[in-house]
């Protein structure tokens, strides 16, 4: 852990269960290497995860198993080790690849800017060789100027206990990548003649294993799981699937049918997926039982669609399914990126000694973020916040609320010198803001981790105040705004409880039409008693159920928020209006708001071309909190106290 992370106080419910192959995945860790340092809940850092990753490897070579770790990408855009280099995740690559994965894949966010999707091809997939997948990606070679795959197609290999598995790795069917690089979308990739032949390999395929920045729901619009799981049960119809998704920055298990499930693990490095397989049929190469190990908990639990994901629409029951008896049998489980998680799981299942956890390699790595994050300047203090904001587990601008916080923040610092003395209207997408702000030291870090997008401030000077006073509830009652950065949870058909998405993500959400029912926000700093009750976390229900939660928390309130937030400033103090204001918002927003301008109600007659910038392009969403923060949260400095986290 790092020097000023928080002790976590809650364990997990038990053992877990071991199968005949066991998976650790890990997706969209966005740079969070170093853990969360206010909360509790996921303290850990990268350090940890390399000492439990050997002390579960020797565990699973004790039983006689095979362990497999899987990471499905997005490695940038969240947090300062990844965001404050040049180019981004320069630091935070060399420190992730500290874990020996035996499969990765790619993300969006390796795509979007030509620089790092060169150095993802140049640097990072050479570091994982044939491991690193990306069937359905491709760049051009910058000394060729020829397409070809940043990774590899496929990965045929056996395992040491003899499993002979054929996997892939399939981003989904994105558009928001430079043009140098190329996404095949998923239903022309399973046509092409070489991923037919992968199906149907000349040595036997005991496993399939489709990893991806994809999410595991087959009804998502824009996934392209559905699609690849057709194309191989048509040609395999009994030959077991195993699907490792992300993207969506959730927690979920889907049954696609006896012989096939999808597992995604969350998101920013607060939880780590477990999945145990058994069952699996193989000739006489395997030397692991198909029923499990003996000595451990073993999986007990077929995979049987439950009714809804069955009924929900007609895509989902026309995929087609396995015609034989299933012998599988499964085991999920996610676990919360903590100190005791870890050292619970990694030997016998029992707490024990630091010293005795700690792998030299996972001193170093942590030694290593350490020394990185006082290079960066991360843990340079700007002030102390005086309460825990959260996104979604306040309603919109209550107190708690982040957002009520942001008005105050952008009406005291968006202030262009020339023109203060006018009236002005900020508004700012609620997307540009990625993740709760937690009490305690307001650092470089966290201006990144609440908003590490360079969005910049523009305006329209001198807007009549009829007009400019109509455009939030225009906005807020309109079209979602999506950014090209990201697609959004309304693309993958989730309930649209959410902003504007600058993020690929959506913390809480509710999936009633793919039978995956409300799970809670991820929980923030926990408090320190005695573990008696459940504190606030992730309460998670699946295919599965309800039981898949390594540790037992309770659901946070989650309460949806609009597209845009509006600040007043420099108003008339007698309460009357003014005339007119200058109209300032997010370069990214510029066309919502002339087209809410020229609306039939609202009668502008505005373009683009009316727009300029109301502060230097350098100022941006990443640094208005900043500026807040050394002016108004200065009590307390240097020891400022750590609150208990959203949900409290």
């Known amino acids: 852990m790092q020097p000023d992370a928080q002790k976590a106080t809650t364990h997990p419910?038990?053992?877990?269960?071991?199968?005949?192959?066991?998976?650790?995945?890990?997706?969209?860790?966005?740079?969070?290497?170093?853990?969360?340092?206010?909360?509790?809940?996921?303290g850990a850092d990268w350090g940890d995860f390399v000492s439990f990753t050997k002390e579960m490897r020797k565990k699973a070579k004790k039983l006689g198993v095979d362990l497999l770790l899987v990471d499905t990408g997005d490695l940038h855009d969240g947090a300062g080790l990844s965001d404050a280099t040049t180019p981004n995740g320069a630091v935070s690559n060399l420190i992730f690849e500290k874990i020996e994965y035996d499969l990765l894949t790619i993300g969006n966010h390796e795509l979007y800017i030509t620089e790092i999707a060169y150095e993802t091809f140049g640097q990072f997939a050479k570091v994982y060789g044939d491991k690193y997948l990306t069937s359905n990606v491709q760049i051009a070679n910058p000394n060729t100027g020829e397409f070809e795959y940043i990774g590899a197609k496929y990965r045929y290999w056996e395992t040491p206990e003899g499993l002979r598995i054929m996997a892939f790795g399939v981003l989904f069917d994105f558009t928001g990548n430079s043009n140098v690089s190329k996404v095949i979308k998923g239903a022309d990739m399973v046509?092409?003649?070489w991923f037919k032949e992968a199906i149907n390999y000349k040595k036997p395929i005991d496993l399939f294993l489709v990893i991806g920045h994809n999410p595991v729901s087959t009804t998502a619009t824009g996934g392209t799981f559905g699609t690849i799981f057709s194309a191989i049960r048509t040609m395999k119809p009994d030959v077991p699937i195993q699907f490792f998704g992300g993207h969506t920055h959730i927690r979920d298990f889907k049954v696609f049918d006896n012989k096939?499930?999808?597992?995604?693990?969350?998101?920013?490095?607060?939880?780590?997926?477990?999945?145990?397989?058994?069952?699996?049929e193989?000739?006489?190469?395997?030397?692991?039982?198909?029923?499990?190990?003996?000595?451990v908990p073993t999986p007990t639990q077929k995979a049987i669609k439950p009714i809804s994901t069955v009924t929900a629409t007609v895509s989902a029951s026309a995929l087609p399914t396995s015609k034989s008896k299933s012998r599988l049998v499964y085991a999920r489980r996610y676990l919360d990126w903590n100190r005791n998680t870890f050292t619970y799981h990694a030997v016998n299942s029992q707490p024990y000694t630091a010293k005795k956890f700690n792998t030299s390699q996972g001193e170093t790595v942590t030694t290593d973020i350490t020394t990185q994050r006082t290079k960066l300047n991360l843990t340079a203090l700007y002030g102390c916040a005086p309460e825990t904001y959260c996104q979604f587990c306040k309603p919109f601008l209550t107190e708690g609320n982040i957002f009520k916080l942001l008005q105050t923040a952008l009406a005291t610092t968006v202030i262009n010198e020339t023109r203060k003395d006018i009236a002005r209207l900020i508004i700012i997408n609620t997307g540009s803001v990625r993740f709760d702000l937690a009490q305690g030291p307001f650092t470089y870090d966290d201006s990144f981790i609440v908003s590490p997008f360079a969005d910049a401030f523009q305006y329209i000077p001198n807007v009549p105040y009829a007009q400019a006073k109509?455009?939030?509830?225009?906005?807020?009652?309109?079209?979602?705004?999506?950014?090209?950065?990201?697609?959004?949870?309304?693309?993958?058909?989730?309930?649209?409880?959410?902003a504007d998405r600058d993020i690929c993500l959506d913390p809480p959400i509710t999936h009633e039409n793919s039978g995956m029912h409300r799970r809670s926000h991820a929980g923030g700093r926990l408090v320190r008693r005695t573990n008696t009750a459940p504190i606030p976390g992730y309460v998670t229900k699946d295919d599965f159920g309800s039981d898949g939660d390594d540790t037992v928390h309770s659901a946070i309130p989650n309460y949806s928020q609009p597209n845009d937030l509006q600040a007043n400033a420099s108003f008339p103090i007698d309460g009357s209006v003014p005339d007119t204001v200058d109209l300032i918002f997010l370069d990214f927003i510029a066309s919502?708001?002339?087209?809410?301008?020229?609306t039939p109600a609202v009668g502008g007659t505005y373009s683009l071309s009316d727009v300029a910038y109301y502060m230097p392009p350098s100022f941006t969403t990443n640094s208005y909190l900043p500026l807040y923060a050394?002016?108004?949260?200065?009590?307390n400095i240097p020891n400022c106290p750590v609150g208990e986290g959203a949900g409290f």
């Not at 096939?260 to 999945?275: D, I, K, P, Q």
């Open 13 to 42: 419910k038990g053992p877990l269960e071991w199968g005949q192959i066991n998976f650790m995945h890990t997706t969209d860790t966005h740079g969070w290497l170093e853990g969360h340092i206010k909360e509790q809940n996921y």
């Open 191 to 193: 046509q092409e003649a």
């Open 260 to 280: 096939a499930t999808g597992l995604e693990s969350g998101r920013y490095c607060e939880t780590l997926g477990w999945l145990a397989m058994s069952g699996i």
């Open 282 to 295: 193989c000739s006489e190469s395997c030397k692991s039982p198909a029923k499990g190990p003996k000595g």
């Open 470 to 498: 109509q455009v939030i509830n225009i906005l807020n009652a309109g079209a979602f705004q999506k950014k090209k950065r990201d697609m959004s949870t309304r693309d993958f058909d989730f309930v649209p409880v959410l």
């Open 592 to 598: 919502y708001i002339v087209n809410a301008l020229n």
């Open 630 to 635: 050394k002016m108004a949260w200065q009590d």
